[in-house]
């Protein structure tokens, strides 16, 4: 146990990071471990107990039921979890219950009470999910194997020499217009090989709703690498938050605005329920950049096997100048909104041990799980077909992860959570993001290598 001391008014970077870290019993009476802070400002480290930082891959495996005797029971409503309260500690996919057919509510709350094989099936550590045994005999089986985890980005990636490649999606039901592109190769601390590429976001709101979405427009960055051999990996982020949008009349709104993984609203410390804005961290820190430090964030390994996940731990680091201007000089959004960092006397510098409020590196851990594979994946509006990636001739074309960060540790809170499909040939194709207000962008068209692919080659539709 470190030694503990009264929290000092605007001290919320700090205790963030501190108690993050910790969880709720870090700390006597709730309060932050004292930090000795190293000349030149940079945070101390601090990990809790045998946790090692870095990827530890794991693998799940599906049962194959009798549907004559057992059906999937799923949650159509989102993609909150069913019971079992086992289901994430056993790998179950986040939206399907295996119980006997005609179960009772309670019984597909808890079906390993209700028949002696689920029971069995539910007691084993390894379960990811469930599929028809169709012509085999039920049981575990590991998940269907892809070759080439690096064929789901552009192939170009992997040696530097892309022509122009971008993707447009919509977002929200086409409420804003999202563009990537590729702007250039770069360098990481957390480079696993290969080049790392600069993959830009622009998103901008259709004009119709302009006055309410602040920004209206704006840009946000990725660091993404395709390694040959060793997978896909994400290397640091524009730290987009979710946002408010402002109406005319009425309460605030979430605006949706497009973001990969960083952080849903109220994650960050609380806010200030006398302010029409939010003013909790995340916002705060909105648009700054997030550099993983230490390991990268690990979408894949060489290839793809259903019931594979990647469980990282790394740290999200921002610069501690940028807060510093934003409290100090910013304008009146950003003061406000960074209204819980406090402001230091002018004669303290930045990195005094006496008052350590500029720095923000956020412990936290990510888990990426490979959930389906798909021959061709079908977007549908109610029984029409809006969009369709891949082509029906039995290889898999496009493959699904699920993707999901979480603070606070050992005790954590899920943070974000993307649903990221990778179309082979082409990249991502649909992003489903939020925790309890879910948006889609999904790609309209492409143009990867130099080839360029109309929206009709996806079936699109608006």
């Known amino acids: 146990m470190l030694p503990c001391r009264p929290t000092l008014a605007g001290l919320l970077p700090v205790l963030l990071f501190c108690c993050f870290v910790f969880g709720p019993s870090g700390c006597y009476e709730g309060l932050p471990p004292t930090p000795q802070i190293p000349e030149g400002g940079q945070p101390p480290v601090f990990l809790p107990p045998d946790l090692p930082l870095g990827t530890t891959p794991q693998r799940g495996l599906l049962y194959f039921y009798d549907d004559s005797q057992y059906t999937e029971y799923k949650n159509e409503g989102g993609r909150n979890q069913i019971p079992p309260e086992t289901d994430e500690a056993r790998f179950v996919r986040r939206n399907s219950v295996l119980s006997i057919i005609g179960a009772s509510q309670a019984q597909i709350i808890r079906p390993d009470t209700v028949d002696a094989v689920l029971g069995s099936v539910y007691s084993n550590p390894q379960l990811f999910g469930f599929e028809p045994a169709g012509g085999r005999t039920p049981g575990f089986y590991e998940g269907e194997r892809v070759s080439n985890a690096t064929d789901f980005m552009p192939a170009c990636m992997a040696n530097g020499n892309c022509a122009e490649s971008f993707w447009v999606y919509n ?24 080049f790392i590429w600069i993959v830009r976001d622009t998103a901008k709101v259709r004009d119709s709703d302009r006055l309410t979405h602040i920004p209206a427009q704006y840009a946000a960055d990725a660091l993404w690498s395709v390694v040959p051999g060793r997978g896909l990996f994400v290397h640091g982020m524009t730290l987009t938050a979710e946002r408010d949008n402002f109406p005319e009349a009425g309460s605030p709104e979430r605006q949706n605005n497009p973001t990969f993984v960083w952080l849903a609203q109220l994650k960050l ?32 390994s060489t290839d793809l096997q259903v019931g594979d996940r990647y469980v990282t731990w790394t740290y999200v680091k921002t610069d501690a100048d940028e807060i510093r201007r934003r409290v100090e000089e910013g304008n009146e959004l950003e003061q406000l909104r960074c209204s819980g960092s ?6 303290v510098p930045l ?45 898999v074309d496009v493959v699904k992860l699920a993707v999901r960060m979480y603070v606070m540790a050992p005790e954590d809170d899920l943070a974000q959570q993307v649903d990221l ?13 939020g925790i309890l207000v879910f948006d889609v962008s999904r790609l309209r068209e492409a143009q990867v290598d130099g080839v360029y692919y109309p929206p009709e080659t996806f079936k699109y539709a608006d």
Not at 342 to 347: A, E
Not at 357 to 367: G, K, N, P, T
Not at 371 to 383: A, I, K, N, Q, T
């Open 171 to 194: 977002h929200k039901e086409n409420k804003w217009r999202r563009r990537s592109f590729l702007a250039g190769t770069t360098t990481a601390s957390t480079s696993q090989g290969g």
């Open 269 to 300: 410390g609380a806010r200030d329920p006398n302010q029409p804005i939010y003013t909790t961290l995340d916002q705060c820190i909105d648009g700054m950049w997030g550099d993983f430090e230490s390991f990268p964030l690990q979408l894949t």
């Open 342 to 347: 406090g402001v230091p006397p002018l004669d």
């Open 351 to 395: 990195d005094s041990t006496a008052f350590p409020i500029f720095y923000f590196s956020l412990l936290a851990r990510y888990e990426v799980s490979v959930e389906f594979v798909y021959d061709v994946l079908e977007w549908r509006s109610g029984s029409t077909v809006v969009g369709e990636y891949g082509t029906p001739d039995g290889l």
């Open 421 to 433: 499909y990778l179309m082979r040939g082409i990249g991502p194709v649909v992003q489903q993001t």
